[in-house]
């Protein structure tokens, strides 16, 4: 497989830590950065490598050479450029939350079918081996059955503007909560009965900090928190019946430790080096177009959508709407 040449759709934080990424996979083309601000756009490409600079998201869909765009705006834009994207020809890696709620996640993944163009999403946990690693230490027995499942991720960003305006779709859960569910949903899988959920709001009517009970139609439970106001230890947990697994960082995991009834280490799993974690949903991304899918193999459709819908109930309970919805 030769090189993929890859465009950045806007030129923010998160897009600095892909590129970053990028300049050190030699399997990449690093074709050309957008934004709005042509200035912008021209410094980001400097900083980083990219052969181009766009100051217009249309400029750089209307580039031949791009193959693959990484969408870097915030989750409330997601929708409109994924259907830029895809309506120009290209394939998307589009980062979290895919969209702002499932009905646009449907319409978005409905169009790359038509268009037989690849949309993944960028929620890089699903893409790390170390989740394949946990998977295989569930499946071992080693702690037996699971009764369930706690994931804590809090960070101090509530002065970010994302985090508290409703028409960037804010909010702890789309930003900070997806990772605590999906960690959920990786161990426990999708067959749930119900949820119940429960947060406190910003002025401006979005969570800073929720909550979230997932009650499974087999009798399992996973307690999934999240919040920018705060600082949590960021650990999965898992409850068994022959002792527990502590998952260091449910956000980008570092680490997988087992132990028995009487609380003792019997074993210890570390993540390979990396160089920031993203590179695994590139290559991905990658291998997924050089095999013609629509799809990636680790974070299908259907998951997206799924996970999508879980958070527009979660969002329904709270009381919480966007003001473009």
């Known amino acids: 497989m030769g090189k993929i040449s890859i465009g950045i759709l806007a030129c923010g934080h998160i897009a600095g830590t892909m590129a970053s990424t990028l300049e050190q996979m030699p399997d990449v083309d690093m074709c050309a950065a957008a934004s ?55 394939h998307v890696l589009c980062e979290k939350a ?55 991720l809090h960070y101090l960003i509530d002065h970010v503007q994302r985090e508290y305006d409703p028409a960037l779709a804010g909010g702890a859960l789309l930003d900070v ?54 600082l949590s230890d960021r650990k999965g947990i898992l409850y068994g019946r022959k002792g527990f697994i502590i998952v260091e960082n449910v956000n980008n995991p570092e680490s997988i430790t087992v132990y028995n009834l009487n609380r003792e280490v019997v074993a210890c799993y570390d993540a390979p080096k990396q160089i920031s974690g993203y590179e695994y949903e590139v290559r991905a991304c990658a291998d997924a177009i050089e095999k013609g899918l629509v799809e990636c193999p680790d974070m299908t459709h259907d998951r997206t959508l799924f996970l999508m819908g879980l958070m527009d109930e979660a969002r329904a309970q709270m009381g919480i709407k966007f003001p473009f919805e």
Not at 139 to 148: A, H, K, P, Q, R
Not at 186 to 196: F, S
Not at 212 to 217: D, G, Q, S, V
């Open 98 to 152: 895919f969209t702002a709620n499932r009905k646009q996640a449907e319409e978005v993944t409905a169009l790359a079918r038509e268009k037989g163009l690849l949309l993944a999403e960028a929620l890089w946990v699903r893409y790390m081996p170390l989740v394949k690693t946990l998977r295989e230490v569930i499946d071992s027995g080693v702690i037996g059955e699971i009764s369930m499942v706690t994931a804590n």
């Open 177 to 230: 909560g997806i990772y605590a569910l999906n960690f959920a949903l990786i161990v426990l899988g999708e067959d749930i009965d119900h949820i119940t959920c429960d947060c406190q709001k910003f002025d401006t009517g979005v969570d800073r900090q929720n909550s979230i009970i997932i009650n499974y139609r087999n009798g399992k439970m996973a307690v999934c928190n999240s919040g920018s106001s705060g």
């Open 36 to 90: 709005r601000n042509i200035e912008k756009a021209t410094e980001f490409s400097q900083k980083y490598g990219f052969r181009k600079a766009y100051g217009s998201y249309e400029e750089l869909v209307k580039d031949e050479e791009v193959e693959l765009i990484y969408i870097a705006s915030p989750h409330s834009h997601h929708y409109e450029h994924i259907k830029l994207c895809l309506e120009n020809g290209k």
